[in-house]
């Protein structure tokens, strides 16, 4: 297969983590004689310091002139801590979304086995999660009209959404909980919020299409605290943008690490795949960063594309690193050795050996003794 993917590296640590996801595409196309064709483009708070804009205009024409993307992060101190900012880097993620069409954000939740002990939350409350998040990323409080007062001290954020927009997303949900556990939960606070209440009226109807999926609905706070007391209850979730930037960055320490999750956020036309960690620029540099969430990221580019074998042989490579223990601080601090390169060389290293990729290559790569 031929695709031509866009690249945005973006800011603080999306650079050394985007670097080994490539790495395991280019592995992929080596060994199933595909061609990848990778073009690296700027955006967020780089793209401000070279550009004056947090997404110009060439990058997003590159965007909409390849079969994907695969995104970094964003955000820079600098900005985050001057208020007075004009533009700013997320302005840059939040326009790509919109001018792409990328309403259908889509984050996998999992509790690796051999990463239970490493979740501050108890390994019987999370054993066997395995969640699906449907996030709407278009729409809601993030893209409403904004209102400040003359005087500074008055501000609103208006919350809009459309029968459309809510039909598109649920639908995929739907769709998604067919094909896993038959069970779907909208996330919503129809209780107080009318938005909420045309979301839940109109999945309501959509769930008639559906009769082999058992919809359930919770107001978001008790999402949010079921969420920590049994994760196991949930299949796929469906919620919308505010809810779900909130809810599945809280399901990102049932694995131990928010580093392990990965995303993609597609629309009818266009797809990108990210991580859904944020910039870390205090760990920028360093060889800290976690990298397998760019990388199961890529994995999910693959998916997207029907490369099912080419997904799953790097989510193998992937347990078999977090078994290996060759993990970066966020999940290993017994052992600060590992590096965010030498995660991404073992990842390589199992795809084109997946037989042969065992101790044999901690021992080799991470410059131990070795027994051959």
Same mark, same amino acid.
């Given at each position: 297969?031929?695709?031509n ?7 603080g ?11 395991? /595409?280019t ?5 199933y004689?595909?061609?990848? =064709? ?5 955006v967020?708070?780089i ?6 804009d ?19 992060? &964003?955000?820079?101190?600098k900005?985050?801590n001057d208020?007075?900012?004009?533009v ?6 939040? =326009? ?6 990328l309403f259908a *954000?889509i984050r996998?939740v999992?509790?690796?086995q ?5 979740? +501050?939350?108890?390994?019987?409350i ?7 998040? #449907?996030?709407e990323?278009?729409g809601g409080?993030?893209? !409403?009209?904004k209102?400040?007062?003359?005087? !500074?001290?008055t ?10 927009? $809510?039909?598109? $997303?649920?639908?995929?949900?739907f ?9 779907l939960?909208? @996330? %919503?606070?129809?209780n @107080?919020l009318?938005s909420?209440?045309l979301?839940?009226k @109109?999945?309501?109807e959509?769930a008639e299409e559906? +009769? %082999? @999926?058992?919809l359930?609905? /919770? ?8 969420m $920590?007391? *049994?994760?196991?209850?949930? %299949?796929? &979730?469906?919620?919308?943008?505010m809810? !779900?930037?909130i ?10 690490s928010?580093g392990? /999750? ?7 036309? #266009? ?8 910039s ?5 540099? =360093?060889g800290i ?16 594309f029907?490369l099912?074998n ?20 966020d999940i290993n601090?017994?052992?600060?050795t ?8 073992? &990842?390589?290293?199992?795809?084109f050996?997946p037989?042969d990729?065992n101790? *044999? ?7 131990q003794?070795t027994i $051959?």
């Amino acid at each position: 297969m031929n695709l031509n993917i866009a690249v945005l590296p973006g800011d603080g640590i999306g650079p050394e983590v985007t670097k080994q996801a490539v790495k395991a /595409l280019t592995a992929i196309a080596s060994e199933y004689n595909h061609n990848f =064709k990778f073009t690296v483009a700027d955006v967020g708070a780089i793209a401000i310091d070279k550009h004056g804009d947090a997404l110009p205009d060439e990058t997003l024409e590159l965007c909409k002139n390849t079969d994907a993307i695969l995104f970094g992060a &964003i955000g820079d101190p600098k900005y985050d801590n001057d208020p007075s900012a004009k533009v700013r880097p997320e302005q840059g993620l939040l =326009k790509l979304r919109k001018e792409m069409g990328l309403f259908a *954000n889509i984050r996998p939740v999992k509790a690796y086995q051999t990463l239970l002990d490493k979740s +501050p939350l108890k390994k019987h409350i999370i054993e066997g999660t395995d969640i699906s998040i #449907y996030r709407e990323l278009t729409g809601g409080i993030y893209f !409403g009209e904004k209102q400040l007062s003359e005087d !500074g001290n008055t501000a609103s954020d208006l919350c809009t959404y459309s029968r459309e927009e $809510i039909e598109r $997303i649920a639908r995929l949900a739907f769709v998604a909980a067919q094909n896993r556990d038959h069970r779907l939960t909208l @996330v %919503d606070k129809a209780n @107080v919020l009318e938005s909420s209440r045309l979301w839940r009226k @109109v999945v309501k109807e959509l769930a008639e299409e559906y +009769p %082999d @999926v058992k919809l359930d609905f /919770l107001f978001v706070d008790n999402a949010a605290m079921q969420m $920590i007391l *049994n994760p196991k209850q949930f %299949d796929v &979730i469906l919620t919308e943008n505010m809810f !779900g930037d909130i809810i599945s960055d809280e399901a990102s320490v049932i694995g131990g690490s928010i580093g392990l /999750l990965a995303s993609a956020s597609v629309g009818d036309k #266009y797809a990108m795949f990210e991580p859904i960690h944020g910039s870390y620029p205090q760990a920028a540099n =360093k060889g800290i960063a976690n990298p397998i969430a760019s990388i199961l990221s890529a994995a999910m580019l693959l998916s997207h594309f029907g490369l099912h074998n080419e997904a799953e042989l790097i989510r193998l490579a992937v347990e078999k690193s977090l078994k290996l223990n060759i993990t970066t601080p966020d999940i290993n601090a017994e052992n600060d050795t590992v590096t965010t390169t030498n995660v991404g060389d073992f &990842i390589e290293d199992f795809i084109f050996n997946p037989k042969d990729t065992n101790l *044999n290559f901690k021992n080799i790569h991470l410059g131990q003794s070795t027994i $051959i």
